[in-house]
């Protein structure tokens, strides 16, 4: 894909997830079929595609709300141990293997809230799910849950009223203000969140994946329903978390305005399958790509296969 | 009661109130709002008289087998009688009721339903209410049994006794209220936790000789430990399926009791059980005795006062715990979990431990609360911990609204103090003969006002939500964004 130029792309040379042959089939329907791709550390990688093709699929299996099938999903922490680690890890039994800050996890294996506390990756979903009934402010406490049971000591500590625990959850509050003063929503931290706009309620489900402190933030569709300067601010929001927190992002999205915009790399999925994977540029003037997404009319199916056929002759 | 006590400043904006978002969502839906011309007086009068004959119809047509006749067993053979007159009143009856019906509601172009909604005082007076109502009630409680001694000396020991069963469900209410209220997870077979307690204690004493201030954090201790055991392989279930499951496992340890004779005494019960100590020092007439050590004159009721006093610290101690754990973590996930499962998943949150722990604490304050009821009670057997025990603790966490710590109280005062105040009422003797039993209307009089209130204020007496910490000023929530729990 890259062939030529001088080094090869960051989604190869220093990726924080790998997916490696990721089937996922519902009973006959095969939704995923063997899909393999990294993302990029410090990358925002979209994956993108047309209505059920899989996308949301990807993201439980990553994520750990479904079991895949068949296939090998790794996320790295650090520089990863290197390949010879994976594949040790992979034959044993376990789920997680660290040296340091270093740490390779397979996915694969984890229960969901192992994936989102141990291997470091939070989640919006499609439909908003915020705490309606809870204020802002105990959305963002709730995210920073296991840290804080740690610090009560698991609730005693908390009990008896102890000074560890009420530093730690001074901080948590603080690094909640913290990303409320970033989405403007500080001045409603004490309302309900179901009280929140649209917009709001998509920004705040945002931070509120950012508050578990994780290393990649997988966001499905985070521009549905948004208005073209809320979207622009979500394009800033998103450059802020990848440059300020060094939080790599995987985003699904049907608005290719924003796609385009702030993707670092696509990958375009179509009846389950990679159809193409690059730079934003490359993806773009892909036929491939075009044919997906646009269709193409019934008397030129022979000749753009006859161009696809050609096309992959060449490469 | 502290919940509602303890709050910072005032709320200027009443947040989220229900009829305010009712009627703007109403406004909403995509029907215009359109007011419905109100017809003539006549004609809506014809229309509810024609209604009502249609009902009475109805009514005679279905009741002439029910009501109308009736078999007894003669000499030889059934022997069937009519009862016209029955049939007659029943019919007249259900015709007056739909014509006024029809006429003040269902037909009135102002309805007097949309006038008893609107009585519902708003989140606002509720808080002022409460801040106010939960420190009142404190000292009232704690001030109770010499009040009642100093003003109604005669009955003393019964108001005493009453008192005493109303706190024992306050209590079980606030223990289910952690599991239902805060956790969201519907469980319809708590009373089994009461029962484990109580047997725990009862056992213990009967097979140890232990005491009951040894017994106590044992029975609680169990009955967690049940609750961890029920919790395990239930909890993955949701809704209506885990409402089943533990209605089952109420069902199955008052079997169990029943039938396990050489254990736990079967359908006999067990006899005996020692009653509460004061620091070591019994309730009797003799030197030894509480009354011969403070150098008072012996009288029973000590003994009750005490025990009014261990259950009011045991209660005091559930709210306490609840109260301190909403702010916590734990409680704030338990909230979470309510609100929405998948979302805590994904935020790291292990949901089946969170669970778990919601019902081992809920299930030990049910332990404790049935090892008192064993003490006090001195004797207990199966009989005690049937499913209405269960339905009624949970119409007392649903009625005073899910998660409020003072509805809890309101609908215990109501529910239990209700049905002893059945029993008193002599004059309605005078009216409806010598025969007549108000008790026996207790469920019925029970199932009108569950109506009433699901109809009035269809989340509780008191349904708004407290916030667990706040960064400026508390406001309260109104009940209408607050998730019931279970997926809906």
Avoid at chain 2, 13 to 40: I, N, S, Y
Wanted: net charge negative.
């Amino acid at each position: 894909m890259a062939a030529g130029s001088p080094s090869p792309p960051r989604w190869e040379s220093s990726p924080i997830l790998k997916v490696e042959h990721l089937t996922m089939r519902f009973g006959g329907l095969v939704a995923v079929g063997d899909l393999s791709f990294s993302a990029g550390r410090g990358d925002i990688t979209a994956l993108i595609g047309p209505n059920g093709a899989g996308k949301t699929t990807v993201f439980n299996c990553v994520t750990g709300f479904y079991k895949p099938t068949e296939g090998r999903i790794i996320m790295l922490h650090g520089s990863g141990l290197g390949p010879d680690a994976v594949r040790k890890l992979t034959g044993s039994g376990h789920h997680w293997t660290a040296e340091g800050a270093d740490a390779v996890f397979l996915l694969e294996r984890m229960p969901d809230h192992e994936i989102a506390w141990r291997a470091k990756i939070a989640r919006t979903f499609q439909n908003i799910r915020l705490f309606g009934g809870m204020t802002v402010l105990e959305n963002l406490l709730v995210a920073q849950h296991n840290e804080l049971m740690i610090a009560s000591s698991y609730t005693v500590g908390g009990i008896l009223m102890l000074p560890s625990y009420h530093r730690a959850r001074d901080a948590a509050v603080e690094r909640a203000v913290y990303w409320l003063e970033r989405i403007d929503l500080a001045d409603r931290a004490d309302d309900p969140a179901a009280d929140l706009p649209y917009g709001a309620q998509r920004r705040l489900e945002i931070t509120r994946a950012m508050c578990t402190n994780p290393q990649l933030l997988c966001l499905d569709e985070p521009a549905a329903g948004l208005n073209a300067r809320e979207s622009a601010e979500l394009n800033e929001l998103l450059r802020f978390i990848r440059d300020e927190h060094g939080v790599s992002v995987l985003l699904i999205e049907h608005d290719m305005g924003v796609v385009m915009e702030i993707s670092d790399h696509i990958v375009v999925l179509d009846y389950g399958v990679k159809i193409s994977d690059g730079a934003a540029a490359h993806v773009r003037n892909d036929p491939k790509v075009i044919a997906a997404y646009l269709g193409v009319e019934d008397e030129e199916v022979g000749e753009v296969e006859k161009r696809l056929e050609t096309l992959e002759g060449a490469e | 009661m502290a919940d509602e006590a303890v709050g910072s400043v005032a709320s200027t904006k009443a947040l989220g109130e229900q009829r305010d978002v009712e009627a703007w969502r109403a406004a909403a839906a995509g029907e215009p709002p359109v007011h419905a011309v109100p017809k003539q007086g006549g004609g809506i009068l014809m229309e509810s008289l024609k209604d009502a004959a249609l009902v009475a119809l109805i009514t005679t047509a279905l009741g002439f087998f029910f009501l109308g006749l009736r078999t007894e067993l003669g000499v030889g053979a059934l022997e069937m009688t009519a009862r016209w007159r029955f049939l007659i009143i029943a019919v007249a009856i259900v015709f007056a009721g739909r014509l006024l019906l029809n006429l003040l509601i269902f037909r009135s172009p102002h309805p007097i339903s949309l006038g008893i909604g609107r009585l519902a005082p708003s989140i606002q007076t509720l808080d002022t209410l409460g801040r106010i109502a939960g420190p009142v009630l404190l000292l009232f409680a704690l001030a109770l049994p010499f009040l009642v001694l100093e003003f109604t000396p005669a009955r003393g020991r019964q108001f005493i006794d009453l008192a005493i069963l109303i706190l024992t469900y306050i209590m079980l209410g606030w223990g289910l209220n952690i599991v239902v209220g805060l956790a969201g997870l519907l469980d319809l077979g708590y009373v089994a936790f009461y029962a484990v307690g109580a047997y725990s204690f009862a056992l213990l004493a009967q097979y140890t000789g232990f005491g009951f201030w040894v017994c106590l954090p044992l029975a609680g201790m169990l009955a967690a430990f049940w609750g961890i055991i029920l919790g395990f392989p239930v909890l993955r279930l949701r809704g209506d399926y885990l409402a089943i499951v533990t209605l089952a496992f109420g069902e199955m340890v008052r079997i169990i009791l029943i039938n396990w004779q050489e254990f736990t005494g079967g359908p006999n019960g067990i006899s005996g059980i020692p009653k509460p100590s004061l620091f070591g020092l019994e309730f009797t007439r003799d030197e030894g005795g509480v009354a011969a050590f403070f150098g008072l004159e012996y009288a029973s009721v000590h003994r009750f006062i005490w025990l009014y006093y261990i259950i009011l610290a045991l209660a005091l101690l559930t709210n306490f715990v609840t109260h301190r754990l909403r702010r916590l973590p734990i409680g704030r996930a338990w909230e979470a979990l309510r609100e929405d499962e998948i979302a805590c998943r994904s935020l790291g949150i292990n949901t089946r431990n969170t669970k778990l722990t919601a019902f081992a604490i809920g299930a030990m304050f049910g332990g404790f609360a049935g090892s008192f009821f064993a003490t006090r009670q001195g004797f207990i057997s199966p009989e005690s911990f049937t499913f209405i025990e269960s339905a009624i603790i949970l119409a007392i966490v649903v009625l005073g609204g899910l998660g409020s710590q003072i509805g809890v109280v309101c609908a215990a005062i109501v529910m239990i103090g209700g049905i002893e105040v059945l029993r008193n009422l002599d004059f309605l003797k005078d009216i409806f003969g010598p025969t007549f039993e108000p008790t026996h209307y207790r469920m019925l009089i029970f199932g009108l006002a569950m109506v009433v209130i699901m109809v009035w204020k269809p989340r509780g007496l008191i349904s708004s939500r407290v916030p667990s910490i706040a960064l400026r000023e508390k406001k309260r929530i109104g009940a209408d964004l607050v998730a019931q729990g279970e997926g809906r």
